[in-house]
């Protein structure tokens, strides 16, 4: 073995070292508790939000893409001479939806 001579390390140093290393554990922790309280919970509040107007823009996309497929049906294909119909079965489709939605509302709590 080698003595701590030989290698240049004395007793000082091992207990410099220590100290370093007990700082450098310190500022782990702290740097692990800060990611852990405050940083991740601002990182998954941000990801919920992006992901949900993703979802949003792809669910409105979708909307309009269906009644824009359903007016050109009826159009083409079951109210051909007759385009006021179209209209009149779409926009009473879409109402009967909206009646449904504003009966299921919930009042506000004061």
Same mark, same amino acid.
């Given at each position: ?9 004395? #007793?000082?140093?091992?207990? #410099? ?17 800060? /990611?852990?309280?405050?940083? $991740? ?16 823009? =792809? ?9 824009? =497929?359903?007016? $050109? ?8 001479? /007759? ?22 509302? $919930?009042?506000? =709590?004061?």
């Amino acid at each position: 073995m080698v003595s701590d001579r030989v290698r240049g390390v004395s #007793n000082a140093d091992e207990s #410099n070292r220590d100290v370093i290393d007990q700082g450098f554990e310190v500022l782990d922790g702290a740097v692990d508790w800060f /990611h852990d309280k405050v940083l $991740r919970p601002i990182a998954l509040i941000g990801r919920t939000v992006a992901y949900g107007l993703v979802f949003l823009t =792809l669910a409105v996309a979708v909307t309009v893409l269906i009644v824009i =497929l359903l007016v $050109r049906i009826c159009d083409a294909y079951l109210f051909a001479a /007759h385009p006021w119909i179209t209209d009149f079965v779409i926009g009473a489709i879409l109402w009967v939806i909206g009646l449904w939605v504003w009966r299921r509302r $919930r009042p506000t =709590l004061r």
